[in-house]
């Protein structure tokens, strides 16, 4: 993925809102109802959740702030989820900032002078801080010290300050943007990868408890197949039948109700939506399945280039529909199927496409 998806909000991801990973500012509130608040109740992620109980568990038997630990992973995984489930199980304030609030190094300095011993310290997005406050941060990571300036110009002073241990939880989308020295300060990283299908169906069973609707086993497994492998999207298409079961339905949460309820929504079996659908038709339908440059296929759906590439194309290529070679964009035989449509045979004595086998 290119770096030009650093300040991507809404607006660039193709008028998205049920199949994003990433949250509007509405849905926080929404979001912040269904987080778990234990270890215990986060669902899935066991490696993950097994060492960072092994690392909170050793902590609190020392009784000493952990080290500093880094999330990673896509967007919607619980990276934000675990940062608080941390606090909770230290029993300590959770401080909150992200890399693009940290403006100047100042404000970090500000931040970290007021924290106070054993509080962890989560910076969302830590990828995005800017240089000068990334410096800063090595040295109070690793020295529990900040260096505050005082005064301007050639009378200008730095006074070391000293801080009381204090743990940082980084969290990241793009582990692989963060500079080595940044990096190699964590004691701990956590990899968040997507969940499973039956990880899936418990987040949403889980869910329809925290919202009291009840949810038939059936319903549950169709919402968590649509999903994308995403809790964030899970608990959004909950909301989306829950809507439905009520408005159109007759309350119940069964099979009927999720399934006419994503086909109004046109979230399709495997998660697809309206705009990956397109990619895939237009690729099969009017290139012959490809190969087909990237920007001749955004032109065919209406769409920019930099949508298809980092919006659809990702998913449409982790699921297997669709494959990038140096010629092109082309068609797996699952995008013909998903499609209803027989891939056309290979040519006689055509080399096969790049990137098919
Ligand atoms: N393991 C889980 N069990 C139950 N719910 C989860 C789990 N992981 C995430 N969720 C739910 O998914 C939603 C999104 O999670 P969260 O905000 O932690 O994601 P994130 O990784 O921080 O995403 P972003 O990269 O966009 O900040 C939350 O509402 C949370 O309740
Ligand atoms: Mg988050």
Same mark, same amino acid.
Not at 116 to 140: C, K, N, S
């Given at each position: 993925?290119?770096?030009?998806?650093?300040?991507?909000?809404?607006?660039?991801?193709?008028?998205?809102?049920?199949?994003?990973?990433?949250?509007?500012?509405?849905?926080?509130?929404?979001?912040?109802?269904?987080?778990?608040?234990?270890?215990?109740? +986060?669902?899935?992620?066991?490696?993950?959740?097994?060492? /960072?109980?092994?690392?909170?568990?050793?902590?609190?038997?020392?009784?000493?702030?952990?080290?500093?630990?880094?999330?990673?992973?896509?967007?919607?995984?619980?990276?934000?989820?675990?940062?608080?489930? $941390?606090?909770?199980?230290?029993?300590?304030?959770?401080?909150? &900032?992200?890399?693009?609030?940290?403006?100047?190094?100042?404000?970090?300095? *500000? $931040?970290?002078?007021?924290?106070?011993?054993?509080?962890? /310290?989560?910076?969302?997005?830590?990828?995005? @801080?800017?240089?000068?406050?990334?410096?800063?941060?090595?040295?109070?990571?690793?020295? +529990?010290?900040?260096?505050?300036?005082?005064?301007?110009?050639?009378?200008?002073?730095?006074?070391? @300050?000293?801080?009381?241990?204090? &743990?940082?939880?980084?969290?990241? &989308?793009?582990?692989?943007?963060?500079?080595?020295?940044?990096?190699?300060?964590?004691?701990?990283?956590?990899?968040?990868?997507?969940?499973?299908?039956?990880?899936?169906?418990?987040?949403?069973?889980?869910?329809?408890?925290?919202?009291?609707?009840?949810?038939?086993?059936?319903? *549950?497994?169709?919402?968590?197949?649509?999903?994308?492998?995403?809790?964030?999207?899970?608990?959004?298409?909950?909301?989306?039948?829950?809507? #439905?079961?009520?408005?159109?339905?007759?309350?119940?949460?069964?099979?009927?109700?999720?399934?006419?309820?994503?086909?109004?929504? %046109?979230?399709?079996?495997?998660?697809?939506?309206?705009?990956?659908?397109?990619?895939?038709?237009?690729?099969?339908?009017? +290139?012959?399945?490809?190969?087909?440059?990237?920007?001749? /296929?955004?032109?065919?759906?209406?769409?920019?280039?930099?949508?298809?590439? &980092?919006?659809?194309?990702?998913?449409?290529?982790?699921?297997? +529909?669709?494959?990038?070679?140096?010629?092109?964009? $082309?068609?797996?035989?699952? *995008? #013909?199927?998903?499609?209803?449509?027989?891939?056309? %045979?290979?040519?006689?004595?055509?080399?096969?496409?790049?990137?098919?086998?």
């Amino acid at each position: 993925m290119s770096a030009s998806t650093e300040g991507f909000d809404e607006a660039d991801d193709g008028g998205r809102t049920l199949t994003s990973a990433e949250s509007g500012a509405l849905e926080r509130a929404a979001e912040a109802a269904l987080r778990p608040k234990s270890l215990a109740d +986060f669902v899935g992620q066991e490696v993950v959740r097994e060492q /960072l109980s092994l690392v909170l568990d050793a902590a609190k038997g020392r009784g000493r702030a952990p080290e500093h630990m880094l999330l990673s992973g896509p967007p919607g995984l619980g990276k934000t989820t675990l940062a608080m489930i $941390i606090a909770t199980e230290l029993s300590v304030p959770l401080r909150i &900032t992200s890399g693009p609030a940290v403006q100047h190094a100042g404000d970090l300095a *500000a $931040i970290l002078s007021a924290l106070e011993e054993g509080e962890v /310290l989560f910076i969302d997005e830590i990828h995005r @801080l800017a240089r000068p406050a990334e410096e800063m941060l090595y040295i109070a990571m690793e020295d +529990f010290r900040v260096d505050v300036v005082v005064g301007k110009g050639v009378g200008a002073t730095s006074i070391p @300050l000293e801080l009381p241990p204090f &743990t940082v939880v980084g969290a990241t &989308t793009r582990a692989g943007l963060l500079p080595a020295p940044l990096r190699d300060r964590f004691g701990f990283t956590g990899h968040l990868d997507y969940y499973r299908a039956e990880e899936l169906h418990r987040v949403v069973t889980r869910s329809a408890g925290q919202l009291a609707v009840e949810i038939e086993d059936e319903a *549950a497994g169709e919402i968590s197949s649509r999903s994308r492998g995403t809790p964030r999207i899970a608990n959004r298409l909950l909301r989306r039948v829950r809507d #439905w079961a009520q408005v159109r339905g007759d309350g119940r949460l069964d099979l009927d109700a999720a399934r006419r309820a994503l086909d109004v929504y %046109e979230v399709d079996a495997r998660g697809l939506d309206r705009l990956d659908r397109a990619v895939i038709s237009a690729l099969c339908k009017r +290139f012959a399945g490809g190969p087909v440059g990237l920007s001749t /296929l955004a032109v065919s759906v209406g769409e920019e280039t930099e949508t298809v590439e &980092t919006v659809v194309e990702p998913y449409l290529v982790r699921e297997g +529909f669709l494959t990038r070679t140096p010629r092109g964009r $082309i068609a797996t035989p699952l *995008a #013909w199927s998903h499609l209803g449509l027989a891939a056309p %045979e290979p040519a006689q004595g055509a080399t096969p496409p790049l990137g098919r086998f």
